[in-house]
């Protein structure tokens, strides 16, 4: 499953009705200039040779206080718990963790954190990793290889820590009658250490991405005796460059520096502020627009919400070095159900598709998105920006006429479209009628069916509710940037009673392609998933609507920031103050 974006542009939220995806979201985002920031492809990182110190950012200097603004709230701060973007890249300033990215040229590249990145057996279901010595808590007490074995253990307490990654319970050996320390017990059999610096993962299938897994705060070292359970998060073991200072839950975390952090064995962060202040809960477009003022401390500050499109014109008549862009993990759609329409009823919707005037009514702009034509968005290795099948563009208005025709051939004029949409917003509305008026002139019956808000969100999820479009998820934010985190997820038959689908594929050939992909190193899987993307937008699951990208606004004398593209969110492990 995967996070969903804390950083999708608000009225995109709302003209879609949920957040895309699997975990949270809000807000908007932009580009430097007149430039709308095209979006170009990625490739594989992996650097098992790094080590500490992390290079120098380029022009930086140690110093001062960045204060952080976001309306949106973390809801954990607990490591296991932790799988919201925010909190991750919070964290990522707190809680060192088996492995990490590295921020090299706008890319995220995998990079040994505590430990090396693993070595495999050769049936693939062993992992062996090596923990670097002297690694210290802020505390001064030693990090001990147990620790490690007793985060690994917490993460399957699931009852406890219910927002946390799970891959654990799929992939890990006994992972789905396993239940943590506190039901279960200490003794797990996909988790064992040797000696004082070798930790061993047991698989019960292949899982090739699980370097990759490792960077999630789930895995950070937790001595057991100093777990307090729910309490934990108040004041949490951390190992990295900062430590807790002062915390109010839902409201403000300040952070002071960890004095036992030691630059040397940190191959990816940096320790450039000498404290940091998160203030949450407040409203965006108010502390933007403080921001962009840049008075006092709002001059150190910076807003990790896309930029709200009141504000653009602003940036663009002169502020646009206060504007920072990157790439994000998130494609957005609208599903379409292959149980229920046929490939030649897809088809024709797709040729129907009011692309344009869907972008407009939604508010989106080429400065927080692009246009979609693919499965991977650009910031995942193995996207590719083929040729679009045909009404699967992304762009233009549609051919009425011609998916008329396309019904007629198949004996399916009138074909009933339905979906689900919020009927107390403006926006929403106005996307949903959009869709409906395109739709109905091209030959389909059209049901929209209003719900209200807090209704939406469980009658999407519900794949056996009387629609058939517009089913959650509606758009995917990847856990990490391989398309492990994509296809093995939303196309083979499991996704649909795992409530992850698009489309609702039941393709055993497709599954087995998948499998097959899925059982290989990372990097000979590239190739894989690249080839795998145009078949499954061939089936026609899926229309698609943007890639999200990041645009946030920062004060002017924040020094330069890179984006995070496995968050979609300013990398704070690299950032500074010009003074």
């Not at 897994?213 to 934990?232: E, G, N, R, S, V």
């Not at 962060?269 to 940091?276: G, I, M």
């Amino acid at each position: 499953m995967a996070r969903v974006r804390l950083a999708l542009t608000a009225t995109a939220v709302l003209a879609l009705g949920l957040a895309a995806c699997g975990s949270p979201s809000s807000s908007d985002k932009d580009t430097k200039g007149g430039d709308t920031g095209k979006i170009n492809t990625a490739v594989q990182g992996i650097d098992r040779n790094a080590k500490g110190p992390a290079p120098e950012v380029a022009g930086a200097h140690k110093g001062g206080t960045i204060t952080v603004y976001s309306q949106s709230t973390p809801n954990t701060l607990d490591p296991t718990n932790i799988y919201y973007t925010d909190s991750n890249e919070i964290a990522k300033l707190l809680f060192r963790t088996p492995t990490q990215y590295a921020i090299r040229d706008g890319k995220p590249v995998l990079v040994p954190d505590l430990t090396d990145l693993g070595t495999t057996s050769a049936d693939g279901l062993t992992w062996t990793f090596k923990l670097q010595p002297n690694i210290k808590y802020a505390d001064g007490t030693p990090v001990a290889i147990d620790d490690l074995a007793y985060s690994v253990k917490r993460s399957f307490a699931h009852d406890v820590y219910d927002s946390g990654p799970t891959y654990q319970l799929t992939y890990f050996k006994d992972g789905d009658t396993y239940k943590g320390p506190y039901k279960s017990g200490d003794t797990y059999a996909g988790v064992e250490t040797q000696g004082t610096d070798t930790l061993i993962i047991h698989l019960a299938k292949k899982f090739p991405d699980l370097p990759y897994y490792l960077t999630f705060p789930a895995f950070t070292p937790i001595p057991k005796a100093k777990d307090t359970k729910q309490d934990y998060q108040n004041n949490p073991m951390t190992t990295g460059p900062y430590m807790f200072d002062s915390f109010t839950p839902g409201s403000e975390l300040k952070l002071k520096r960890n004095t036992n952090w030691d630059p040397n064995t940190d191959a990816s962060r940096h320790a450039y502020p000498d404290a940091w202040d998160f203030k949450w809960g407040q409203d965006d477009v108010k502390t933007q627009q403080q921001v962009l003022n840049s008075s006092g401390p709002d001059a150190s500050a910076i807003n990790y919400g896309n930029i709200d499109a009141s504000l653009v014109q602003q940036v663009l008549g002169g502020k646009q070095t206060q504007l920072v862009q990157g790439q994000s993990p998130c494609n957005i759609v609208w599903q379409l159900d292959s149980r229920k329409i046929p490939l030649e009823v897809r088809k024709a919707i797709a040729t129907a598709w009011p692309y344009d005037d869907e972008w407009k009514a939604a508010g989106v702009n080429p400065y927080t998105a692009e246009r979609s034509s693919t499965v991977l968005p650009p910031s995942i290795p193995g996207y590719q920006k083929y040729t679009p099948l045909p009404g699967l563009s992304g762009s233009g208005n549609g051919d009425a006429a011609a998916a008329k025709a396309q019904l007629q051939a198949a004996g399916k004029l009138g074909f009933e479209v339905s979906w689900y949409y919020d009927n107390t917003k403006p926006v929403p509305q106005q996307v949903s009628q959009v869709r409906a008026d395109a739709l109905t002139k091209a030959g389909f019956k059209v049901k929209a069916i209003g719900v209200s808000t807090a209704d939406l969100r469980s009658k999407t999820a519900d794949y056996g509710a009387p629609v058939n479009l517009g089913q959650a998820p509606r758009g995917w934010c990847s856990d990490w940037p391989t398309g492990f985190s994509w296809f093995p997820v939303l196309f083979q038959t499991h996704s649909i009673t795992d409530g992850n689908s698009w489309g609702m594929l039941s393709d055993k050939a497709l599954d087995a392609e998948i499998d097959a992909a899925a059982a290989l190193p990372s990097d000979q899987a590239t190739s894989k998933w690249t080839a795998l993307d145009p078949e499954v937008m061939g089936k026609y699951i899926a229309i698609p609507f943007y890639y999200d990208k990041m645009a946030v606004v920062q004060g002017t004398n924040v020094g330069t920031t890179v984006g995070d593209a496995t968050m979609g969110l300013p990398s704070f492990q690299d950032m500074y103050l010009k003074s």
